[in-house]
């Protein structure tokens, strides 16, 4: 629970229940790839990632560089940067897409971070024997080990080290609206609803020609 300015005690809602509500919204909107809402749920998650604590601590600092910068496009032109593709489109027409810290790579190293994240939160309800130390494990080299360096590697192994077990994280997310079987089914719900948005996205960056890039 949260006090609001009132005195109130409001409730604080679990991440991934708000991410479910924020993706249902989608089901009546036409348009592909919503920047809003891969904002929206990106930032989410960025809170999601804090629970597991020290560990995390670059990739979320690299994802809300990333927020930052799609906010930053999105902001300067919302009727014409609402949806993903003009912010690649834009990019590519002007030659920046592969240079430096270009809204592109912003895009794709989220969409990254976010695969990541939601491969993370299937395997904590697949397996539930599973540590969490593993479960990180087997979600990055499914999603990002593929697109890191060396000196990225290195640096994901020595956070390794820092991950908290699996209990305590599992007791973070649920905050104190929940109990375990309504996480799972608030996980498994955003999980369907999401991936076919990480999907449209995906596309995109293909049809760019911009989903193989990598770090150092």
């Not at 790579?105 to 971070?113: E, F, H, I, P």
């Not at 309504?182 to 719900?189: C, G, R, T, Y």
């Amino acid at each position: 629970m949260t006090r609001s300015k009132g005195g109130e005690m409001e409730k604080r809602w679990p991440e991934i229940r708000l991410a479910v509500k924020e993706l249902s919204l989608l089901q009546h909107e036409d348009q592909k790839a919503p920047t809003m809402a891969f904002l929206c749920v990106s930032k989410l998650l960025v809170n999601v990632l804090d629970e597991i604590g020290p560990t995390m601590v670059v990739l979320r600092e690299d994802m809300q560089r990333n927020i930052e910068r799609v906010e930053e496009i999105y902001l300067s032109n919302p009727s014409i940067f609402s949806s993903l593709e003009e912010v690649l489109q834009s990019d590519v027409d002007s030659g920046l897409a592969r240079k430096g810290d270009s809204f592109s790579k912003a895009v794709l190293w989220l969409a990254r971070s976010l695969n990541f994240s939601l491969a993370l939160l299937e395997q904590l309800v697949k397996d539930s024997d599973a540590s969490l130390a593993l479960v990180v494990e087997e979600a990055y080299q499914l999603t990002i080990k593929p697109w890191h360096g060396w000196i990225s590697r290195a640096a994901y192994k020595v956070a390794m080290k820092l991950i908290p077990e699996r209990e305590d994280f599992v007791a973070l997310l649920m905050k104190q609206e929940q109990d375990y079987d309504a996480l799972k089914s608030d996980i498994k719900e955003f999980v369907s609803l999401f991936k076919p948005l990480l999907d449209e996205i995906q596309a995109i960056l293909k049809k760019f020609r911009l989903d193989r890039l990598k770090s150092t």
